[in-house]
């Protein structure tokens, strides 16, 4: 699975601002309640973790259940006082951990 | 079928074993204990003050599968006093988990967007706990026409 997260935030933002920030991660999220046609149910395979941090730091994180939808999507809010780097992690069920970063410039 | 609150449903239940509630959805009455039970295991058993938790959801969700999900919590996000964690729980899933928020004070503000699958027609409900171990909580009925879990 080499599915690209998408990324939408500012590049530049003013000391001290609230920023927001849009994720979302191409995956099926299969709930693991669905039958195949065989009457076989189909084995559970989500996201189950997203994690943001700037700077090293944590800035927001969520566990996620089978009840989120298909390609996760989450927006949040980050206070920036300095220009970084914000990484962002998402942990697939089988251990896969796909990542992306989006620097930011704070005056 | 008349709706019963969790209360009144677990009080009919304790005071009188042998009545039997005719047309009950037994299913839909464990879901709800379920929930009730993630939300004692989050705030410890402690009680939620149903204040400064709003959430956005559409009224009617034409298709279960994906519901946008609103969520912000009105208290200060200082270094020393913040919204740490926010669960949500879906009262009439097959599994009521939903989510765990963490926050940070580095989050600004303590709102969330996401969506969410439901498959059926319930409450989801929404505890917040701050660094402080004060718990707040709301919840908002959504009706489903299309469920989205099944396959």
Redesign the interface.
Known sequence: MAEKPRLKLPKEAKKGDVIEIKTLMPHIMESGQRKDKDGKTIPRKIINKFTAEFNGKPVFSANLDPAIAANPYLQFSAKVEESGTFKFTWTDDDGTVISAEEKITVS | MRQLSRRAALALGAGSAALTIVGWDEGALAAAKEAADEIAKFTGGKTAAKEKVSIELPEIAENG???PL?LSIDAP?TADNYVSEVLVV?EG???P?????????????A????????ATTQNIVVVAKTSKGEFFSGQKLVKVTIG????
């Open positions: 599968n994906t519901v609103a996000m879906a899933n097959p599994n988990g939903v989510a765990t928020f963490h926050f940070s004070p580095m989050s600004g503000k709102e969330a967007s996401t969506r969410i699958r439901l989205g879990c099944g396959g």
